[in-house]
T-cell receptor, first 115, second 114 residues
Framework: NAGVTQTPKFQVLKTGQSMTLQCAQD?????MSWYRQDPGMGLRLIHY???????DQGEVPNGYNVSRSTTEDFPLRLLSAAPSQTSVYFC??????????????FGSGTRLTVV | LAKTTQPISMDSYEGQEVNITCSHN???????ITWYQQFPSQGPRFIIQ???TKVTNEVASLFIPADRKSSTLSLPRVSLSDTAVYYC???????????????FGKGTKLSVKP
């Protein structure tokens, strides 16, 4: 199993550009989420999904959109990139939503720089 | 906001046992306590999860007292490769309905020295 795959690993954007960060999992997990991590900080939840067709906002959703058309994929869209969105982005998935006997599996991250 | 409090950093030496305590005074009845490990430039990795008393796996032990207001992650005989940030999390009910999402704090940076 590949687990959680994030692409690209690195990206540089100009202010105002848009892009999509890809996240795919092959574990048939219902729950998926996006986090961002800034230097010296923990991870902050951006958006999450409890299943195909269902998404909701986390702690810091402004400037980001998500959709969940399939169980496997959960892309994160930056509508108009800003320097404040420079960060490392992690996608995570889980068999259950938050609780239970299964932990979250994280991807290896996308390092995004907005200039 | 994160509902946990843990030390910002800890130092240890190879071969020692390390105990990291996390405070979660407002833990809800149905919340589990989960610990993750994160190495630089990598995503967090699940270490252990528990609800009450003691849980042990091949990596660590988790001790949870009866009132569940705190928990202690125990790493036996640490090595240099255990140098990482360790996060204590409980389910957060602010997002995601009855079960909530995992909300990360800043974690504890463990430095293991030779």
């Amino acid at each position: 199993n590949a687990g959680v795959t994030q692409t690209p690993k690195f990206q540089v954007l100009k202010t105002g550009q848009s892009m999509t960060l890809q996240c795919a999992q092959d574990m048939n997990h219902e729950y998926m989420s996006w986090y961002r991590q800034d230097p010296g900080m923990g991870l902050r939840l951006i958006h999450y999904s409890v299943g195909a067709g269902i998404t909701d906002q986390g702690e810091v959703p402004n400037g980001y959109n998500v959709s969940r058309s399939t169980t496997e994929d959960f892309p994160l869209r930056l509508l108009s990139a800003a320097p404040s969105q420079t960060s490392v982005y992690f996608c995570a998935s889980s068999y259950t939503h938050g609780q239970g006997a299964y932990g979250y599996t994280f991807g290896s991250g996308t390092r995004l720089t907005v200039v | 906001l994160a509902k946990t409090t843990q030390p910002i950093s800890m130092d240890s030496y190879e071969g020692q046992e390390v105990n990291i305590t996390c405070s979660h005074n407002n833990i809800a009845t149905n919340d589990y306590i989960t610990w993750y490990q994160q190495f630089p430039s990598q995503g967090p990795r699940f270490i252990i999860q528990g609800y009450k008393t003691k849980v042990t796996n091949e990596v660590a032990s988790l001790f949870i007292p009866a009132d569940r207001k705190s928990s202690t992650l125990s790493l036996p005989r640490v090595s240099l490769s255990d140098t990482a940030v360790y996060y204590c999390l409980v389910g957060d009910r602010n997002y995601g309905g009855s079960q909530g999402n995992l909300i990360f704090g800043k974690g504890t940076k463990l430095s293991v020295k030779p």
